[in-house]
């Protein structure tokens, strides 16, 4: 069965560095998804992607944070300086369809140090 | 402003008895809705889903939901709780502002004692 896949499963980085967490969505899927968890912590959306474009985002979602479908196949979500309330696990998703079923990836525990 | 509550953080229940997870939303616009497990480390399970068709919705593991649009409530049944079913659940709603978003609400932890 295809799945979403997320790399590294664990980074561990210091504060002000940049962080690029990687991940696979299911080939035909068209639509993907960032979102966090903060330890403990709901589920929070970051952003959507389609058509090579954000589709919408959230006010976590600041100037800091970018997204990226480079090749065709990996989506990434790098964090250009990151702070010690960034760590939290980030979650990749995608869908076939804006409103279809989203699959999750494993997740990227990111700590900042 | 659109919003997802689910009523109670943690649930207990004995193995065998009835689990209810309550989730509430609020949206301006009609709703995609779904229910995701999450187990101890591990990433979000897909549960089960609304999108506009049936009202009452079956997933996996014997959970089912039903769509109440008077109460505004999606909420998440089973008749018979097993212990593998201790874990964290989400309720979500997906919803087109624009682009589609989507919203979680806090998550219940469901307790499952033998």
């Known amino acids: 069965e295809p799945e979403v896949t997320q790399t590294p499963s664990h980074q561990v980085t210091q504060m002000g560095q940049e962080v690029i967490l990687r991940c696979v969505p299911i080939?035909?899927?068209?639509?993907f998804y960032w979102y966090r968890q903060i330890l403990g912590q709901k589920v929070e959306f970051l952003v959507s992607?389609?058509?090579?474009?954000?589709?919408?985002k959230s006010e976590i979602f600041d100037d800091q944070f970018s997204v990226e479908r480079p090749d065709g196949s990996n989506f990434t979500l790098k964090i250009r300086s990151t702070k010690l309330e960034d760590s939290a696990m980030y979650f990749c998703?995608?869908?076939?369809?804006?409103?279809?079923?989203?699959?999750f990836g494993p997740g990227t525990r990111l700590t900042v140090l | 402003a659109q919003s997802v509550t689910q009523l109670g953080s943690h649930v207990s229940v004995s193995e065998g008895a009835l689990v209810l997870l309550r989730c509430n939303y609020s949206?301006?616009?009609?709703?995609?809705l779904f229910w995701y497990v999450q187990y101890p480390n591990q990433g979000l399970q897909l549960l089960l889903k609304?999108?506009?068709?049936?009202?009452l919705v079956k997933g996996i593991n014997g959970f089912e939901a039903e769509f109440k649009k008077s109460e505004t409530s999606f909420h998440l049944t089973k008749p018979s709780a097993h212990m593998s079913d201790a874990a964290e659940y989400f309720c979500?709603?997906?919803?087109?502002?624009?682009?589609?978003?989507?919203?979680f609400g806090a998550g219940t932890r469901l307790f499952v004692k033998a």
């Open positions: 080939s035909n899927h068209l639509y």
């Open positions: 998703a995608s869908s076939l369809q804006d409103t279809d079923t989203q699959y």
């Open positions: 992607f389609y058509n090579n474009e954000i589709s919408e």
């Open positions: 949206s301006s616009v009609p709703p995609y």
């Open positions: 609304y999108t506009s068709a049936a009202t």
């Open positions: 979500a709603v997906t919803l087109n502002t624009g682009g589609f978003k989507t919203i």
